[in-house]
């Protein structure tokens, strides 16, 4: 059991590098020997969970595409009872993203039953920092990890409205742990405006769910008291998510 977990650690350490890391990173991030990383690494080389690069470092390999792939699939349909929640207590369409990389992916979604609703196609990938989504991940990772991500990615502007800058976005991330929610308003789509709440598995924040709708009805209703509402809904999907009846 010690060596499996000890895998997990490996590959959490490459996922949070974005998916490539040195052996010293990869030491520092875990606090393993090397000789122990090494030995694992090995074996994950060998079944494909890892690939080592000519640079002599280490990534992801293409054996998590397929296993990834299905758990995705999986958590979605997991999430639909409690996105149906969602969607009662707002009217407006519910979304589950996670953080691949460096991109914020859609999962799964309910849509609200309304005329004039939003979709966010499932299996849509983004980049965080325009959405309420993204604000909520990367605001339970500490400073330093999230912003080596968008100097990677970079902070494109999508609207007006967008962050576009490190110390605004610094700013913007310790607002949401304070507060316990991220709105996205108007930042990645003009007139659309997103409320979002993480969704916890024990301690780490694994997901994230939100209502968006168009920025008038959003901003109609109590912010404060739509996200109480939902933070409880998505405490219990995450209660499900690391049940023994979720595995």
């Given amino acids: 059991m010690q060596s499996v977990d000890r895998a997990l650690d490996v ?42 690069e000519s640079d002599r470092r280490y990534a992801l390999g293409g054996a998590l595409v397929r296993l990834g792939g299905v758990a ?26 996670v953080l691949e990389g460096d991109f914020i992916v859609y999962v799964a979604q309910v849509p609200s039953p309304r ?18 989504v993204g604000k909520v991940l990367l605001a339970d990772r500490a400073d330093g990890e999230s912003m080596a991500l968008f100097e990677r990615t970079g902070m494109p ?24 929610y991220a709105m996205d308003l108007g930042e990645e789509e003009l007139g659309v405006h997103c409320l979002a709440v993480p969704v916890r598995d024990g301690a780490r924040v694994v997901a994230a769910m939100s209502v968006s709708g168009p920025a008038e009805r959003i901003d109609a209703l109590d912010r404060d008291e739509l996200a109480e509402g939902m933070r ?13 009846e979720a595995l």
């Fill in 157 to 180: 502007r999508r609207t007006a409205n967008t962050i576009t800058s490190h110390e605004a976005m610094r700013e913007e991330l310790a607002t949401v742990r304070s507060r316990g």
């Fill in 72 to 97: 995705e699939r999986m958590v979605g349909v997991w999430a639909r009872p409690y996105l149906t929640r969602m969607v009662e207590l707002s009217g407006e369409t519910a979304n589950l993203a």
């Fill in 232 to 244: 409880k809904i998505a405490l219990d999907f995450g209660r499900e998510l690391g049940s023994d």
């Fill in 11 to 52: 590959l959490e350490a490459l996922a949070a590098h974005g998916g490539e890391a040195g052996l010293s990173e990869i030491a520092a991030r875990t606090g393993l020997p090397y000789g122990t990383i090494h030995r694992l690494l090995q074996t994950l080389l060998s079944r494909g969970y890892v690939r080592q």
């Fill in 115 to 132: 005329r004039l609703r939003m979709f966010a196609e499932v299996g849509r990938r983004v980049l965080p920092h325009s959405t309420a």
